[in-house]
């Protein structure tokens, strides 16, 4: 059974910083690419950053880049991302995903909420 079970949100003045985890169980982890998601009340679910199979590569949204950092340690089946610089606009709450490109299943996790306050 493959669980995917994030922590570390919680409640941050402007200008704070919080590190999410996302630890995974009954897969492969390192194969699969991570990533974190955000989804803001009343809005969509938006990619935030993911990080590939060795963490050499990672990508950003242009909302994020310069202060969030995505990182993964494959020996801990953990993913990570730490957020600083927080601003109103990343209230949300944040899943972690694990996918291996369109033609296999995507796993989430039950997401954490990081308020901004």
């Known amino acids: 059974q493959v669980q995917l079970v994030e922590s570390g949100g919680g409640l941050v003045q402007p200008g704070g910083s919080l590190r999410l985890s996302c630890a995974a169980s009954g897969l492969a982890f390192s194969s699969y690419f991570m990533n974190w998601y955000r989804q803001a009340p009343g809005k969509g679910r938006e990619l935030v950053a993911l990080?590939?199979?060795?963490?050499?590569?990672?990508e950003y949204a242009d909302s994020v880049k310069g202060r969030f950092t995505i990182s993964r340690d494959n020996a801990k089946n953990t993913t990570f991302l730490q957020m600083d610089s927080l601003r109103y606009e990343d209230t949300a709450i944040y899943f972690c995903k694990a996918d291996r490109g369109p033609r296999a299943v995507d796993y989430w996790g039950q997401g954490t909420q990081v308020t901004t306050i």
């Open positions: 990080i590939t199979y060795s963490g050499i590569v990672t």
